[in-house]
T-cell receptor
Framework: GENVEQHPSTLSVQEGDSAVIKCTYSDSASNYFPWYKQELGKRPQLIIDIRSNVGEKKDQRIAVTLNKTAKHFSLHITETQPEDSAVYFCAASMGGSARQLTFGSGTQLTVLP | GAVVSQHPSWVICKSGTSVKIECRSLDFQATTMFWYRQFPKQSLMLMATSNEGSKATYEQGVEKDKFLINHASLTLSTLTVTSAHPEDSSFYIC????????????FGEGSWLTVV
């Protein structure tokens, strides 16, 4: 099955700096890669996603890049703010209509004021 | 975006009893829903895939007789933890696939289960 690895597990940045979280996946059939933000005890919130026919997608301060050849994708957050502090999960779907997601292990992002 | 509601948010039960958790898609039809378990400071682990009108597909290592899943309608899936034990205490969270909305996955609020 699919295996998703995520790094780093913890990340601290100063407010205003950029944060980058990286994930790799194992199954070349995966074609959908969402990123979720989860605050303690709350539901994961979809913040951005990318499909395999696109190399990069941006939404204001958040961007995701995908390298299909290397099977890795990254989340980039620019001009970080304290409210960006949360756990971020990447995920990969093996494709098809089932949309069964395999999650990375998560990254605890702390933005220091 | 679409809304998925999960109930209850918190539940405390005695060891040996059963607990039912509901997951509802409020403004879309969800032919497929997913149930996850999340331990503190860990990732979401898929337990089972719930398909409307058919039996759920369980992940390896998940006891189907202990974690009963019913997906009787296009907007409701239930997870029943039977004969709960303290080790079943966890954060359970569902998600639903909005097929008409580009297959986007939306999560419920999650349910904290504590077995005493």
């Amino acid at each position: 099955g699919e295996n998703v690895e995520q790094h780093p597990s913890t990340l601290s940045v100063q407010e205003g700096d950029s944060a980058v979280i990286k994930c790799t996946y194992s199954d070349s059939a995966s074609n959908y890669f969402p990123w979720y933000k989860q605050e303690l005890g709350k539901r994961p919130q979809l913040i951005i996603d990318i499909r395999s026919n696109v190399g990069e997608k941006k939404d204001q301060r958040i961007a995701v890049t995908l390298n299909k050849t290397a099977k890795h994708f990254s989340l980039h957050i620019t001009e970080t703010q304290p409210e960006d502090s949360a756990v971020y999960f990447c995920a990969a779907s093996m494709g098809g209509s089932a949309r069964q997601l395999t999650f990375g292990s998560g990254t605890q992002l702390t933005v220091l004021p | 975006g679409a809304v998925v509601s999960q109930h209850p948010s918190w539940v405390i039960c005695k060891s040996g009893t059963s607990v039912k958790i509901e997951c509802r898609s409020l403004d879309f039809q969800a032919t497929t829903m997913f149930w996850y378990r999340q331990f503190p400071k860990q990732s979401l682990m898929l337990m089972a895939t719930s398909n409307e009108g058919s039996k759920a597909t369980y992940e390896q290592g998940v006891e189907k007789d202990k974690f009963l899943i019913n997906h009787a309608s296009l907007t409701l899936s239930t997870l029943t933890v039977t004969s709960a034990h303290p080790e079943d205490s966890s954060f359970y969270i569902c998600s639903a696939r909005d097929r008409a909305g580009g297959n986007t996955i939306y999560f419920g609020e999650g349910s904290w289960l504590t077995v005493v």
